[in-house]
């Protein structure tokens, strides 16, 4: 018996749960799984619980099936945790994994040392959707299901060019178009496609990126007030990041945007070189990969930047004793 068969075995409710501020991967292994236990395990009624999704996910099924708000007399005989490395990555819904009989993680985070009862943890693998089509029997793999974790695929490898895609990522996504996955129409609509206001809210921010400790470094900031203007919200800042990845020189790329809370900060990181992100973010307590990573840290954007290249700085210096190559 696979592992999910022997999971569910006996287990008439099961919550999915993902992460704060749920991204295609998150979104897309939620809905995935959802979709093929509903459509294989008749005696196990699954349950979503995310926070608002963007609307370019629309089409994936089971879209408007998922709860946004945590219900506290809800309790459920499992929890099944996707692309979530730490506990406080699941935000309000944590309690459903405390008060679950059984749990399961399945994840890809570098940072991830284990949440659940079962810990299902490829660091190596591209997404959660790689991890989690592991344990899939490909035969019963609907193409709604497929959809959803062609979508994260999709999202987590930048449409397949980080340095995370293997050659199985593209075998997977190879059987998922066997199945009939519209990718062509997938990749537009929920990965390039911006609206009117989010192609400014890119624009401003690119126009005010700077260069710090001679160029290796570039840093932009979104603030609340700029989001407001052009009617958008904070999934607007996806994308920004990886233009400001591929400035020539670049070996670090720093995102700031405002959350909403006093002087809170959201802060993602992203690298080309040898340079490990993911210690980065650790040191302020958020996590990722080696290669992409972020945080949530409460501060001035000059301290933020000052204390992020302090972090950097001192992995430059200890690469440079240990002679390795940058
Ligand atoms: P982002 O910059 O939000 O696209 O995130 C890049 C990677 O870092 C993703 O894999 C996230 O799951 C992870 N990540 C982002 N923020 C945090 C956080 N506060 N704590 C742990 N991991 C994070
Ligand atoms: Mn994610
Ligand atoms: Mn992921």
New binding site residues.
Partial sequence: MGILSEFLNNKKTVVILG?VNP?GDCIGSCLGLYNYIRENFPQTEPYVYLEPMGQKFGYLKGYGDVRNEYEPNQQFDACITL?A??VG?LGSFAPYLESAKDSLCIDH?I?NHGLAKTNLVESSASSTCEVLYGILEEEKISLLTAECLYTGIVHDTGVFKYSNTSRKTLEIAGRLIEKGVDFPKIIDRSFYMKTYGQTRVHGEALSKCSLLMDGRLIYTVVTGEELLRYGCTVKSTDGI?DQLRVVEGVECAVLLYETGKPSEYKV?LRTNTELDVSRV?SAFG????VK?????VIGSVDEIIERVCSEVRRQWAGMEQQGMPD
């Fill in positions: 992460h991204d692309d490395s730490d990555r985070h940072t990041i993602s973010a958020g996590g990722g990969h992409a990573a972020g945080c949530t």
